[in-house]
C-alpha cells in the first residue's frame, strides 16, 4: 500500500487538496505532519475573519463615541481589543473614551499601552499627555507633547498643550513657596488655576483643602476632602484634612479617630501624626486648666490655659476658648487690664465668639469703662436678641449715662454706700476745704477754681443729703429741673449746714468770689 502514496506525494496532495482527498493509507506521523501543514492556511482565513469582527466593534464604538454615549463606546472599543490585542488605535480609541469618562488612570494605561504598539502614534501621545496634565504630572505630560511635536512639529493642539503643562509646573512651584511662607490664601488662588489644567490630580486638592483649613473656611475644606473620600475611602490625605477640620473645629475627639484612620492607612503621614499628638496634648492641657478653676486653684488654671496656648497656633477656635478662659481666671485673680486683653485676643481668633465679647464686657464695667461695655452689649445683642441681653446693654447704657453727669459721690470723696451722717461729715470737710474766703490771698484763677469746687460740693450734699433726690439721682434720673440749677446758691447750703447770722456773716466786694467768712 506504501507504494500508492509515499510521504513526498501525500504532502504535496495535502497542501493542494482539501483534507477528504488525503490517501487513507498514510502513517499516522504523516497525518500529522498534513494536518500541520494544513492549518496556517486555515488559520490564515480566520485571522482575516477575526480582523474584520475587530473593526466592526470600533466602529460601533465610535458610533457610540459620537453619540456621547462613553460607556457603550467603552464596551465596544474593549471587544475590540479583546479581538485584536496588538492594535495600537484601538487602545487609543478607549482611552479617548475613558479621558470622557475622567477615568484618567486608566486612559494613561491605555495610552502608554498604544504609543508601545506603536511608538509613531501621534495621538497615543497627545493622550497620553493629557493624561499626565490630567492627573498633575506636569513634566511628564510636557515630555508626551515634544515627542508630538517631534512626529508632527505644526501640530497646534500639542503646542498648547505644552504651555499649558508649563503653566501647570509654574503653579505648582508658587504654591509650595507659598506653603512654606504660610501664605495659605495665595496657595489656594495657585491650586484653584493648577486644577484648571488638573482637575483630576489628588494632590492639589488635597493642597487646596489643606490650606482652606488653616484658613478658617472649614466647610469648603470637609467638601474637598469628602469629595476624595467618595472615590478613594482609603486616600491617607483626604482623612487628614478631614481630622484637621474636626481638630481645628473643636472637634479635638473626632478629629483624633480620623487621624488614626489617616495613619493605618500611610504609617509614615508626619502631618497625621504630629496633629495627632497636637491634638491630644491640647485636649488633655485644657481639661487639666478646667480642673483647676473648679478647684478654684485660679493661679494653677491661668498658668495650665496659658501652656496649652503654646500647643498650637494654628488652632483659631480652641485658641479663642483659651483666651476667655484665661479671662475668667485673670478676673479671679483680679487681673482685669490682662483679662480684657485675652478677651480682645478671642474676638480676634473668632469674631462672632459671643461670650468673649460678655466676659469683656462686664471687665469693662467693672473698671467703670461704660463706653467700651455698651459697645460690646450693642454687638452681643445684634447678633443674639436675647432678653438677658438686652437687659445687660440697657444697664450699661444707663451707667453711661450716670458717668457723664457729675458724680457727687466723688466730690464729697464718700462711696455709694456712704450714710447720711457721712455724707454730712464730708460735706462740712469739703466745704470747709474748697471756702472761697479759705483762697482769698490766692491767684484769680486759683480763686475761680475753688469757687467751682465749693459750688459742686453744695450740689452734691443738696443731692446725696435729700433721699429723694439720692434715689432719683442713683437711677439715673435727670435731676436739673428739680435742683434749679439757675437759681442754686452754695452759700445757702453752707449757711443753713454751719448755722443761722449769729454763728458767721458773708460779706462780698467788687471781686467775683471773694467772701469773707466769719464765725461768731
Do not use: W
Amino acid at each position: 500500500m506504501t507504494h500508492f502514496c509515499d510521504p513526498p506525494q501525500c504532502l504535496r496532495v495535502c497542501v493542494v487538496a482539501t483534507l477528504d482527498l488525503c490517501c487513507p493509507m498514510c502513517q499516522p506521523g504523516i497525518r500529522a505532519l498534513r494536518v500541520h501543514l494544513v492549518m496556517p492556511f486555515y488559520l490564515g482565513g480566520r485571522r482575516k475573519s477575526v480582523d474584520r469582527e475587530a473593526e466592526t466593534f470600533k466602529e460601533k464604538g465610535n458610533a457610540f463615541y459620537v453619540k456621547k454615549d462613553y460607556s457603550e463606546a467603552f464596551n465596544y472599543y474593549t471587544k475590540a481589543i479583546d479581538a485584536s490585542p496588538k492594535n495600537a488605535s484601538y487602545y487609543g480609541n478607549r482611552a479617548a473614551t475613558l479621558m470622557m469618562l475622567s477615568r484618567f488612570r486608566e486612559a494613561l494605561e491605555d495610552s502608554q499601552q498604544a504609543v508601545r504598539l506603536d511608538e509613531c502614534f501621534t495621538k497615543g501621545h497627545l493622550r497620553e499627555g493629557k493624561c499626565h496634565l490630567s492627573l498633575g504630572n506636569a513634566m511628564a505630560a510636557s515630555r508626551c507633547f515634544q515627542k508630538v511635536l517631534e512626529l508632527d512639529p505644526t501640530n497646534t493642539q500639542a503646542l498648547q498643550e505644552h504651555k499649558n503643562a508649563a503653566a501647570l509646573l509654574e503653579y505648582e512651584k508658587m504654591a509650595e513657596f507659598g506653603f512654606e511662607k504660610r501664605d495659605f490664601r495665595k496657595v489656594v488662588f495657585c491650586m484653584d488655576r493648577a486644577l484648571e489644567f488638573a482637575g483630576a490630580c489628588h494632590k492639589f486638592k488635597i493642597m487646596k483643602a489643606e490650606c482652606l483649613a488653616l484658613l478658617g473656611r472649614y466647610p469648603e475644606a470637609q467638601s474637598v476632602a469628602s469629595d476624595i473620600l467618595r472615590m478613594d475611602s482609603t486616600n491617607a490625605d483626604a482623612l487628614y484634612v478631614r481630622g484637621l477640620c474636626l481638630y481645628y473645629e473643636d472637634c479635638i475627639e473626632k478629629a483624633v479617630q480620623f487621624f488614626i484612620q489617616a495613619l493605618r492607612m500611610a504609617p509614615d503621614h508626619e502631618k497625621a501624626r504630629l496633629a495627632c499628638r497636637n491634638a491630644k496634648a491640647l485636649k488633655a492641657k485644657k481639661e487639666e486648666g478646667n480642673n483647676a478653676f473648679k478647684d478654684r486653684d485660679y493661679d494653677a488654671a491661668y498658668q495650665l490655659y496659658s501652656e496649652a496656648l503654646t500647643i498650637d497656633p494654628n488652632n483659631i477656635k480652641t485658641n479663642a476658648k483659651l483666651y476667655c478662659n484665661r479671662a475668667t481666671a485673670g478676673v479671679k485673680l483680679n487681673k482685669r487690664e490682662q483679662a480684657i486683653e485675652d478677651c480682645s485676643s478671642a474676638i480676634k481668633l473668632d469674631e462672632s465668639y459671643i461670650k468673649a465679647y460678655l466676659r469683656r464686657a462686664q471687665c469693662y464695667m467693672d473698671m467703670e469703662q461704660y463706653e467700651e461695655a455698651v459697645r460690646d452689649y450693642e454687638k452681643v445683642y445684634h447678633t443674639e436678641k436675647t432678653k438677658e441681653h438686652k437687659t445687660l446693654l440697657k444697664t450699661a447704657q444707663l451707667e453711661l449715662k450716670k458717668s457723664k453727669r457729675k458724680d457727687y459721690y466723688k466730690v464729697l470723696g464718700v462711696n455709694k454706700a456712704a450714710t447720711e451722717d457721712e455724707i454730712k461729715k464730708a460735706y462740712r470737710k469739703r466745704a470747709l476745704m474748697h471756702h472761697p474766703d479759705r483762697h482769698s490771698g490766692a491767684s484769680a484763677e486759683v480763686q475761680k477754681e475753688e469757687e467751682k469746687k465749693f459750688k459742686e460740693v453744695g450740689e452734691a450734699f443738696t443731692v446725696l443729703s435729700d433721699p429723694k433726690k439720692k434715689s432719683r439721682y442713683d437711677s439715673g434720673q435727670d435731676l436739673e429741673d428739680d435742683m434749679g440749677m439757675g437759681d442754686f446758691d452754695a452759700n445757702n447750703i453752707f449757711k443753713a449746714f454751719f448755722g443761722g447770722p449769729q454763728n458767721f456773716s458773708f460779706e462780698s466786694n467788687s471781686a467775683p468770689g471773694n467772701f469773707f467768712f466769719q464765725f461768731g
